[in-house]
């Protein structure tokens, strides 16, 4: 125990520490203290110096790593509804075509993952529509007279209405004609073969005032050369319901009547199988 005794009491010796020129051995500065304290205060000094140093290390690489993580979350979320959009466009785009391409009288496209409807399939239930007190009671009017119980093996719809009652003209030939032509008699009203959401309201220079109704069940029903339309694109419509006045307009007609086709799954078929057209 001497020798510890002897370690500590030198350890508490006031030792003097100074600084001198070498030239002239001018002394510089100087100081006293005991071995021990200075031994503690540049343990504390280390102590400091380190904890700062690794807490100021840690929090430059590590909010580094942290902003590099959220950079590429945020780049992989990006790219995602990139892709999302990409895909939403060309699907607006082939619908755009396959529309344009039934009122030319063609056959759409196939498409294996989205049809005609499938885009707007989605946003039916949010369209909103007013409909008036007489449409409603003329729609009610006319549902039970018009309504043609469905012969179809492939229909998941009961009942399909009239759009208008007259003399068939022209009848359905696949695609060399796709549709029938009715002649009934001056300004009759047109009527929704089956409830739906109106797509197309339009005018082109081959078949005058067209619209177009999407319906449940991939059907999609196409009226031409109406002298002039009642309903809007977005409209909600009912079976039964007025959505055209007939008429001759276009150049592919040659007196007034309604050029009516029925498309199921992007194909069409004769409309004479699901609903009656003559008296």
Known sequence: MNWF????????????????????????????STTIRLTSLVLIIFIVVGGLAGFLFSGFFGGNVSHESIERSKLEEQKIRIEELNDQVRMQENYIENIRMIMAGETPMKIKNDSLLEVHEMDLSKVKSNITKSENQLSKEVRNDLSTPSKSSNSSIKFFGSPVLGTISQEYSGVDHPGIDVVTTPNETV??????????????????????????????????????LLKKVGR????????????????????????????????????????????
């Open 5 to 32: 005794k002897r370690f500590f009491t030198r350890l508490q010796k006031v030792v003097k520490y100074s600084a001198s020129d070498p030239h002239n051995f001018d002394e510089i500065w100087s100081f006293q």
């Open 191 to 228: 009527k929704a073969c089956l409830g739906g959401t109106v797509i197309y309201a339009g005018y082109t220079r081959k078949d005058g005032h067209i619209l177009i109704i999407a319906h449940a069940g991939d059907y999609i029903s196409v009226y031409k050369h109406n002298k002039t």
């Open 236 to 279: 909600k419509v009912q079976l039964g319901d007025p959505i055209a006045i007939v008429g001759n307009t276009g150049e592919n007609t040659d007196g007034p009547h309604l050029h009516f086709e029925l498309w199921y799954r992007q194909t069409p078929v004769n409309p004479k199988k699901y609903m009656k057209f003559t008296r």
